[in-house]
């Protein structure tokens, strides 16, 4: 069984930065693709990020794009969302998730969820 378990979450003002982090126990991730998801109020939950196993190739949505980066260090089974230039629409909860089988030009479809940490960027 594995455990995803996030960190880093908090209250923001708009402009500012957060890293959020999420580390793996239970069975070593470094072979498995690792992203990020988001719920906000009201919302359905929406991708956000992935990086391959290797840590050679992420992918981030439009909404995003140039303002995160996720990255990994499978030495700590550990994956980062650094943040920037945060908006108040970033607001949600943050999700850390794992797929087995993810590489560039696949749907991210996770094998395995966190339980979330809240970002909340105030106007």
């Known amino acids: 069984q594995v455990q995803l378990v996030e960190s880093g979450g908090g209250l923001v003002q708009a402009g500012g930065s957060l890293r959020l982090s999420c580390a793996a126990s239970?069975?070593?991730?470094?072979?498995?693709?690792l992203g990020w998801f988001r719920q906000a109020p009201g919302k359905e939950r929406e991708f956000v990020a992935a990086?391959?196993?290797?840590?050679?190739?992420?992918y981030s949505s439009d909404s995003v794009k140039g303002r995160f980066t996720i990255s990994r260090d499978n030495a700590k089974n550990t994956v980062y969302l650094q943040t920037r230039n945060l908006k108040p629409e970033d607001t949600a909860i943050y999700y850390c998730?794992?797929?087995?089988?993810?590489?560039?030009?696949?749907?991210?479809?996770?094998?395995?969820w966190g339980q979330g940490t809240q970002v909340t960027v105030s106007s």
């Open positions: 998730a794992a797929d087995r089988l993810w590489t560039l030009g696949q749907p991210f479809s996770p094998d395995y």
């Open positions: 239970g069975r070593t991730l470094s072979m498995y693709g």
């Open positions: 990086i391959r196993w290797s840590g050679d190739t992420t």
